[in-house]
Every structure is written in structure tokens, then in C-alpha cells.
């Protein structure tokens, strides 16, 4: 992988994680394009993208610095020791600590018994990405049409936590988007979008951790040397575009709605699709 290559793909990677459009797709469109993709080892590409996501793990810690000190510390002052609370009198922060908690439980099991269909070539097939991103989008369409946009961080519940939790678990399915299967589960239990968008971030940070620092561990055995530069060249740039990437999201779905997501989406699958038969 050259230099070029490896920039373009980190500002892929960066610029669709946190937009509901999937950042496994564009990476794997663009992967199939500039023949990255070796589909006799398809776990080297999922070792890949899983790495930098780190990046992107990087770019939210950051964006969300004061909720990452203050959530874990106000959970541990509420819960721990004498001072403990009842979880009804306990503030946001500690109250979304244990929200954060209880979402990842599912993306931790699920993902780990499904580790090896995920490594595997299904996860880079196109016309599964094609028809995930155009599904998906008809599901995101739904909420929109029905969503109450009632709810903020306050109003959530361990319901809602576990819920958009599975529907993390969905972007497990290439070409679903996880900031799109979460924001959508948000939108469907009443959130207002910003809410969403803001709890599918704060989600995405122990699974894109736990992804990233296993892929990472596994790539050691088969990543050679030479590699190495062009990876933290793309993760570097998966850092940088990732921060730009949620201050836009979440600044834009505060007026606005997700519909240019889904029609992007539903181009982009029918696009792919006509590439795939028109051969």
C-alpha cells in the first residue's frame, strides 16, 4: 500500500464512521479499486480497518474529553464507597456511565461469537454491503417518519441503552453503518437526533477500542514491516478527519434530519449493485 493510497483511505475511514453513511463499505468500495484487498486473507483487511479505527477512537476521546473524565468520575464517586447513591438521585454523568455499560455488553458478546464470520470474505462482498446500505436506509427512513424527538441524555433509560446496544450489534453487517444503526434505534425510541448522535459516540468507544486493540494484537503475526508506516499514515489521518467528522454531525442534525444520509445511501447501494450486475 503506498502512501497516496493510505491517506485516502484514513480520510474515508474518518470522514464515514461517525456519518451514517458506513465506513466498512467506502473502505471496502475503495479497497476493491485500488486492489488492497487480498480476498485469500480477508482478515488481514479486516485487521486493517479495525486498526485505524483507532484513529477514529482517538478523534472521539478527544471531541468528548470532559464527558470522558467526568462521566467515569462522577460514576465512581456515586457508586463506590459510603457515599454511594441510589441510581434515581444519581447525576447524568454517572447515570450515562452506567448507560455506556449496559450498550456495550451486547457488541462485546455478540462480536466476539461472531468473530469469525467477521474476519471472513462476507464482510467484504459487495452486493451485501450494496443491499445492507439501501435497507438500512429504508429502516432510517422509517424512524424519521416516526420518530417523537422527544427524549434528551436526561430522559434515557437502561431500555433505551440496551436497545441502541443491539442495534450496535447490526453494524456487525457490513454496509450498515454503526453511528447509522444506533442514531437510527435512537431516533425510534423518541430521541431528538442530536441525543442520538451524541449516545451512539460515546458508544462507539469501548467497541472500536476492544475491536481495534484485538485486531491490533492479531495483526502483529502478519502485517510486515513494511506496512507499518502506511498504517499510521491512515491512522493519523482517520484521527484528524474523524474529529471534523462528529463536530459536523452533530452540529448538522441539530436543524437538520438524516434524510441526505439515506438517499445517499440508497444511491450508493443501487450504484454498486449496477456495478456488480453490469459486468
Given at each position: 500500500?503506498?502512501?497516496?493510497?493510505?491517506?485516502?483511505?484514513?480520510?474515508?475511514?474518518?470522514?464515514?464512521?461517525?456519518?451514517?453513511?458506513?465506513?466498512?463499505?467506502?473502505?471496502?468500495?475503495?479497497?476493491?479499486l485500488f486492489g488492497t484487498i487480498d480476498h485469500s486473507h480477508p482478515e488481514q483487511w479486516t485487521a486493517f480497518i479495525a486498526i485505524i479505527?483507532?484513529?477514529?477512537?482517538?478523534?472521539?476521546?478527544?471531541?468528548?474529553?470532559?464527558?470522558?473524565?467526568?462521566?467515569?468520575?462522577?460514576?465512581?464517586?456515586?457508586?463506590?464507597?459510603?457515599?454511594?447513591?441510589?441510581?434515581?438521585?444519581?447525576?447524568?454523568?454517572?447515570?450515562?456511565?452506567?448507560?455506556?455499560?449496559?450498550?456495550?455488553?451486547?457488541?462485546?458478546?455478540?462480536?466476539?461469537?461472531?468473530?469469525?464470520?467477521?474476519?471472513?470474505?462476507?464482510?467484504?462482498?459487495?452486493?451485501?454491503?450494496?443491499?445492507?446500505?439501501?435497507?438500512?436506509?429504508?429502516?432510517?427512513?422509517?424512524?424519521?417518519?416516526?420518530?417523537?424527538?422527544?427524549?434528551?441524555?436526561?430522559?434515557?433509560?437502561?431500555?433505551?441503552?440496551?436497545?441502541?446496544?443491539?442495534?450496535?450489534?447490526?453494524?456487525?453487517?457490513?454496509?450498515?453503518?454503526?453511528?447509522?444503526?444506533?442514531?437510527?434505534?435512537?431516533?425510534?425510541?423518541?430521541?431528538?437526533?442530536?441525543?442520538?448522535?451524541?449516545?451512539?459516540?460515546?458508544?462507539?468507544?469501548?467497541?472500536?477500542?476492544?475491536?481495534?486493540?484485538?485486531?491490533?494484537?492479531?495483526?502483529?503475526?502478519?502485517?510486515?514491516?513494511?506496512?507499518?508506516?502506511?498504517?499510521?499514515?491512515?491512522?493519523?489521518?482517520?484521527?484528524?478527519?474523524?474529529?471534523?467528522?462528529?463536530?459536523?454531525?452533530?452540529?448538522?442534525?441539530?436543524?437538520?434530519s438524516t434524510y441526505i444520509f439515506i438517499f445517499y445511501r440508497i444511491i450508493i447501494g443501487i450504484a454498486i449493485l449496477i456495478f456488480i450486475?453490469?459486468?
Amino acid at each position: 500500500m503506498n502512501l497516496l493510497v493510505a491517506i485516502v483511505l484514513g480520510l474515508i475511514q474518518g470522514l464515514t464512521e461517525f456519518i451514517p453513511i458506513s465506513s466498512t463499505a467506502h473502505l471496502t468500495i475503495f479497497g476493491e479499486l485500488f486492489g488492497t484487498i487480498d480476498h485469500s486473507h480477508p482478515e488481514q483487511w479486516t485487521a486493517f480497518i479495525a486498526i485505524i479505527q483507532l484513529g477514529t477512537l482517538f478523534s472521539v476521546l478527544w471531541y468528548f474529553r470532559r464527558e470522558i473524565y467526568e462521566i467515569p468520575t462522577a460514576f465512581l464517586r456515586e457508586n463506590l464507597g459510603k457515599n454511594r447513591l441510589a441510581f434515581s438521585r444519581q447525576s447524568l454523568n454517572s447515570r450515562l456511565g452506567w448507560f455506556v455499560i449496559i450498550g456495550s455488553l451486547p457488541i462485546m458478546t455478540i462480536g466476539l461469537a461472531l468473530k469469525k464470520i467477521i474476519e471472513g470474505d462476507f464482510t467484504k462482498s459487495l452486493t451485501v454491503i450494496a443491499i445492507s446500505l439501501i435497507v438500512l436506509a429504508l429502516i432510517l427512513l422509517l424512524a424519521e417518519k416516526i420518530a417523537k424527538l422527544r427524549k434528551s441524555e436526561k430522559d434515557l433509560t437502561f431500555w433505551d441503552a440496551l436497545v441502541v446496544g443491539l442495534a450496535q450489534c447490526v453494524a456487525l453487517i457490513p454496509g450498515s453503518s454503526r453511528s447509522g444503526t444506533t442514531i437510527t434505534a435512537g431516533l425510534f425510541l423518541g430521541m431528538n437526533r442530536s441525543t442520538a448522535a451524541r449516545f451512539s459516540f460515546l458508544l462507539s468507544i469501548p467497541a472500536i477500542f476492544a475491536s481495534g486493540v484485538l485486531q491490533f494484537y492479531q495483526a502483529l503475526s502478519f502485517v510486515s514491516a513494511g506496512e507499518w508506516f502506511s498504517i499510521l499514515v491512515a491512522t493519523l489521518v482517520s484521527a484528524i478527519s474523524g474529529y471534523f467528522a462528529i463536530d459536523f454531525l452533530i452540529k448538522y442534525l441539530k436543524k437538520h434530519s438524516t434524510y441526505i444520509f439515506i438517499f445517499y445511501r440508497i444511491i450508493i447501494g443501487i450504484a454498486i449493485l449496477i456495478f456488480i450486475y453490469a459486468k
